[in-house]
């Protein structure tokens, strides 16, 4: 196995690590679905799948984690705003 290969089995593994990690503090009532932290390890983690799964020739679990990806940036951008918007009273 070359360097290579090995490099994009690791950044897979990592990212399966990321996600259930993430999913797990998720269900335990340790993050919040519209925390950062939460959307970006998941985007981080759909990111290494986009990876992996792009280099291995499988080409709907890349796309399927290409939109999950976005889904993430897309809740984060909205968090984000919402936080930065005063409260009007």
Known sequence: MDALRIA???????????????????????LEARGYLYQSMNVIGAA???????YNGAIP???LNVIWAGIGLFTIGIVW???RTPLAH
């Open 48 to 54: 290494g799948f986009v990876v992996n799964s792009g």
């Open 8 to 30: 994009i089995e690791v950044i897979g593994w990592a990212a399966a690590v990321l996600i259930l990690t993430a999913y797990i503090l998720l269900s335990l009532g340790r």
């Open 81 to 83: 705003r919402a936080r």
């Open 61 to 63: 679990s890349a796309v």
